[in-house]
C-alpha cells in the first residue's frame, strides 16, 4: 500500500506477487485467524493491485531466496535470506539476510557507518511521521 514500495524493491511486481502468495498460505494455515481474515478484506477493499493478486490464487511458502533492495542513501542492496522456523511454534519464523555479493557487502558497510554518524550527530532514527 506504500508507493514508496515500487522504488524500495527493484523487481516491485515479484516481489508484491511474492508477498501476496506467503499470505494465502498464512490465511489458508490459519482459517480461523480473524485478523489475517480483516488484514485480506481491508487489502482486497483498498487496492485493485491487491485485489488482483490476491484473485489468483497462488500459495508460496518463501523459506530461502534473494532480494534486490534500492537504499536511498547506499544503492542497491543484493540479498540473500534464509527463514529458520522457531522451535515450538508454527506460525513464527526468522529470516537472516546476508549479502550476496561484495559490492553488497561493501554498502551494507558504508550504510552501517552512515547510520552511526547520523545516530551520533542526532539525527537518526528518524522520527516515524503519522499518515
Do not use: C
Amino acid at each position: 500500500m506504500d508507493p514508496l514500495a515500487r522504488d524500495f524493491y527493484v523487481d516491485w511486481e515479484q516481489t508484491a506477487n511474492d508477498v501476496v502468495a506467503v499470505l494465502r498460505g498464512y490465511v489458508g494455515a490459519n482459517p480461523a485467524d480473524r485478523r489475517l481474515s480483516d488484514l485480506v478484506g481491508e487489502l482486497v477493499t483498498s487496492s485493485d493491485d491487491f485485489s488482483r493478486r490476491w484473485a489468483v490464487h497462488d500459495v508460496k511458502y518463501h523459506r530461502t531466496g534473494r532480494k534486490v533492495l534500492r537504499h536511498r542513501v547506499v544503492g542497491d542492496l543484493d540479498l540473500g535470506f534464509e527463514a529458520l522456523a522457531l522451535p515450538d511454534s508454527t506460525t513464527l519464523s526468522l529470516f537472516v539476510y546476508y549479502p550476496a555479493d561484495e559490492s553488497t557487502r561493501e554498502r551494507l558497510q558504508l550504510l552501517e557507518s552512515w547510520a552511526a554518524t547520523e545516530a551520533r550527530d542526532g539525527i537518526w532514527p528518524h522520527p516515524v511521521q503519522p499518515r
